[in-house]
């Protein structure tokens, strides 16, 4: 296998000097010449990033970034948006968790996984989200697909080489046909993926008199499928109807090494503990979309449905061998988790004469999750057996009118959402979780543009941020003898207000904002004596509150085009199990530089980072990520894209933190360091429609 990847670097490597050796020219019939010019202009005049009243949109299918195999991977590559560590949440710096949209639909990090990079248009991130938005978040990450406005068929064919601590193969294809009314899409992925990770803890416990410290590696081999349809129906140049289906599928193994020293009082142990681990993860999701115009009283009406089901399986072996003795068995896990979600919506937007829009709306979601636990403990020769069942249900309905008094724009919008959750272990009668609650999302915005080239704009809104499905289960992960990860089934929601004023000359903007949380979630630790276990689990800290000063300046001069976005934090995380510090600012740094060269050449170079800050409870480690792109356009389908990601390996997450008098300090390290090679070819033939379209931006203004 590895063979066959380093023939494959090789031959690209061959073509991409070749390509450099000279400039090969190929003669055309005279009747396709237009189109070509048409898509090379486009391609190469058109920014990757443009401004407006402080959000940042990326145009990623004229852009080098539509050859990134990934969608994470790709929002990575935005400004201020922050992929964890173990790439389960997208956060943006100083608004926390995003709210994540695809056309006109919330979705969740599966979704993500699941849709095609090659199928993305553009990504836009939305600082200041109306009510229309689920008041999930503070800030809405909108994605936008493709869709055809020319007669034809396409197809990309993609391979992706990415040599990492391993080699990691990406094969994909990406498909649409085009004629009249109707368009079709599919994409199909095939991945061979070997990801690495790295984890070190070091930790007191003073009133155990414990010291102890582990550093755990994990290796993976994994196999992954994505796949997708859709099917849009224009009607009429108003009337739409579509449907689209995706999913994902792997199933690998991984090995998990640790090695761990513990001393209590005047015992010591070194211990080695090796676990063998297979997982099986399968996620679909499917919506259909409608949208219609009633011309007799001027209102436009969507509708959609959604359907998602995530269904994970994990089994794991664990051994240990303590002051180099022998290898005895001691834990045997075996966990599966599923959810189902279902979710409708209908959107109501009506204009008056005088420019006014009247919005409204509702939604409903039912998510019913399931989680089996069974464990079983070697030395104690227990087994323990758990059966959780999650039944939430959310409902909403929402208002919202803009316009213009004079020269002051304004939107202003309520919603109201109500959540009833129900948690109950199979084996009991009484829920160990009820909650309902009702609340409202208040939100205004403000602009007073001063002249064409400069406004002054203030906003308020207060948003909630709700626990993960999978947040909420009973799963748990073995460390070693002293160690587990474990989930919380208590988790409350975060309730957030949040008011900001900015200044945008052009495509430049400053823009200051005051936050105040309460329940914010974080890292806890909790200490078992009896059994002489520590557990670390996501707990509610008491309140959060900070100020951001964000800055976004892009220039622009000949073949240099540069983004740069500078954000001054400074936040503070209390409770009363913790040990807080002074909070202390911080400065996040972001620069991205495309230089657009003669002969179809495009280089981009990447920076950004985070300095060392402490956050009231948490003391953060900074880091520094460099990022370097060359891309080719040659002969007429074909593309070539180097890329070398976290050259000096930057990418390291480390904190300290005190809680419940349990000392820590970590480091997590991610496989970021990549140098990989993407070559794309395209076929197919595209002309122009003879069905004269009327632009509705591709549902993407729908839920502005």
Known sequence: MKVYFLLKIIIIILLFCFSLAGYSQVEIKKDSISNELNEVVIANNKKAFSYQNGNIKMDVANSIYNSIP??????????TVLISADKETVSVVGKGNALIYIDNQKVGIEDLNALAAADIKSIEIIKNPSSKYEAQGRVVILITRKFSKKEGSKTNVSETASLKKDFNNYFGLNSSFKKNKLEWKANFNYNQLQPWESHRINYQIPDAAIISNYNVAAFTKRTEFVYGAGLFYKMN???????NFSG????????INTETYNKKEDEENNVITLSDNNSRRNFVNSFVNYFKKIKSINTQMFTGFQYSRFDQKEQSLAENNFNNTQFDWAQESSQKFKVDVFSGRIDLEKKFKNEMKLEFGGLYLSAKAKTDFETSNFETDVTAISKYK??????AVYTRLSGT???????????LENTNVLGKLESDNQPLVHKNYTNLFPKLELNYPIDTT???????????????YSSTSQGATYINPYFIYSRNINLNPTFTDEIATSFQYKEKSVRLSYFKS????????????????????????????????DFTLPFEYKLWTTTNSLTFAMSKIEDITAQSGKATPYLYYYTNNTFRLPKGYTIVTTVWGLTDHREGVFLREGKCVVDLAISRTYFKNW???LSCNDIFKGTIYGESFTVNNISSRSRYLVDTHEISLALKYSFGKIKDSQFKEKDINENSDRIK
């Open 248 to 255: 994902k599928s792997r199933q690998g193994s991984f090995t």
């Open 390 to 395: 999650l039944d939430e249900k959310n409902s």
């Open 454 to 468: 400069k406004s002054i704009s203030i906003n308020y809104a207060k948003s909630i941020d709700r626990p993960n």
């Open 237 to 243: 140049e108003d009337d739409y109807l579509s449907f």
């Open 405 to 415: 008094l004079k020269k002051i724009e304004f939107s202003a919008g309520l919603r």
């Open 70 to 79: 990934n969608t994470l991977d790709l929002l990575s590559k935005l400004p």
């Open 518 to 549: 309460s329940d914010p979630v974080y890292s806890s630790f909790s200490f078992d004596n009896q059994n002489n276990v520590l557990t670390f689990k996501e707990v509610n800290y008491r309140k959060e509150s900070g100020f951001n000063l």
């Open 639 to 641: 593309d070539l894209t």
